[in-house]
């Protein structure tokens, strides 16, 4: 069986387009938003990120899929120093696998952030605007909530 996830993508060292543009190609991406320039988040003392959010057909279940995002950080240069929400090459976030609703040890979807974070839901708004977010509605009902918020 085949299932369809949304991946977060963000970089703000070096070659920021060119980690993100290699990252989604070797998570296998079918598609991938406009690619935008926004703040940082939750550590503001750092460089500008680079966002975009990718939708990806996989057969991995989700522990193995999220295994693969980590691997591809690691072969991209990542590494889990400093402070958190801290700089980094390449930063992949599992935002939505399919319908499910997971809470398992090192994995929830749909990511916790999600509807917090207007550089998440733009750009999956962007791909996937009436996909639901379970629990939340559409994406673009939600980003349409947060956008009102601000």
């Known amino acids: 069986m085949t299932a369809t ?3 977060g993508l963000g970089s703000n060292l070096g070659d920021r387009d060119h980690y993100i543009r ?14 935008i320039e926004t703040e940082p988040w939750g550590y503001e003392n750092q460089p500008r990120f680079l966002n975009a959010v990718a939708e990806v057909q996989t057969r991995l279940e989700p522990q193995a899929f999220l295994a693969h995002l980590f691997d ?6 990542r590494e ?9 090459t390449i930063d992949l ?11 398992e040890p090192g994995l929830v979807v749909p990511h916790a952030g ?3 974070r207007l550089f998440v839901l733009e750009p999956l ?24 918020a601000s």
């Open 93 to 103: 976030d599992l935002l939505l696998y399919d319908d499910r609703v997971l809470d």
């Open 80 to 88: 889990r120093v400093g402070p958190r929400f801290g700089p980094r």
């Open 72 to 77: 591809v950080e690691r072969r991209l240069g």
């Open 114 to 116: 999600l509807l917090e």
């Open 125 to 148: 708004a962007e791909l996937a605007p009436e996909v639901e977010i379970p629990g939340a509605g559409t994406v673009a009902a939600a980003l349409a909530g947060l956008q009102s």
């Open 5 to 7: 996830a949304y991946v």
């Open 22 to 35: 290699e990252a989604a190609r070797l998570i296998g991406a079918v598609r991938l938003s406009t690619i």
